[in-house]
């Protein structure tokens, strides 16, 4: 049999390559459709946790509680440090169903004064727990601030408590960022935030859109190590925040 002819090769080449140009035309056509497709909502760098069934960043101080689970756990990056543009922003506290009544969560600035404080019914509570701070309450900005959100186990022992805790720095925002921000949807404005590394407002604003996009949101959680809780519901007590 002879060797192909390389005419017969080219003739076929410009049948096929049609095809792979309407192909990849047609992908593109469907990317520029769904903007979604081509926004990837993941926080860069930055230490992560381990997936452990047993534990997922809960601490405790003395003995521990014995009615609270180990992995209540603070919707952060690895190293429980965040930063934010907004003087009240919000945060979110995975609370494992327990015997426990309530809790407290509480900020304080780097001198330790209380910037503010607050106690929460967490009776028959489990899920992610939403905290904002009220309008009153403003950060500073470029100030480093010490929050703690504790499972109250013994009112009179505060030594068994449950408790994750975590800093919180308020930055300034950019005039290229806030530019970028103006025009972009809810969900291309999560990607931008996670791009600066502003944690705070990339996860509440994927809370906000959990509902219509779950992929977003999962996508963010397990690139710091939260895939065990992606999936756990809010609950419906403890919003702090001021109507």
């Not at 929460?120 to 950060?139: A, E, F, Q």
Request: proline residues 6%.
């Amino acid at each position: 049999m002879g060797r192909p002819n390389i005419k017969s090769w080219g003739l076929l080449a410009l049948v096929i390559s049609p095809i792979i140009v309407t192909f990849s035309g047609w992908q593109l056509a469907k990317a520029q459709s769904t903007p979604e497709l081509l926004i990837s909502v993941e926080f860069p760098g930055g230490p992560k946790r381990e997936s452990s069934g047993s534990t997922r960043g809960g601490g405790h101080r003395g003995n521990g509680c014995t009615t609270v689970p180990s992995n209540l756990t603070a919707l952060m990056p690895g190293d429980n440090a965040g930063t934010t543009i907004a003087s009240n922003p919000k945060f979110f506290v995975y609370v494992p169903e327990s015997e426990a009544k309530s809790a407290e969560f509480e900020i304080t600035d780097k001198s330790g004064k209380n910037v503010y404080s607050t106690n929460l019914d967490i009776s028959d509570t489990s899920g992610i727990v939403k905290l904002t701070l009220p309008k009153d309450v403003s950060l500073k900005t470029n100030k480093e601030y010490t929050w703690i959100f504790q499972v109250i186990c013994d009112p009179l022992d505060y030594s068994v408590n449950k408790f994750v805790e975590g800093t919180i720095k308020k930055v300034e925002i950019s005039s290229e960022l806030e530019n970028s921000l103006k025009n972009a949807t809810p969900l291309e404005q999560a990607e931008i935030y996670a791009k600066a590394r502003i944690w705070n407002e990339t996860i509440a604003t994927l809370a906000e859109l959990r509902n219509s996009n779950p992929t977003a949101w999962e996508q963010l959680l397990t690139s710091v190590g939260l895939k065990e809780i992606a999936s756990e519901p809010f609950a419906p007590c403890c919003q702090v925040e001021e109507e």
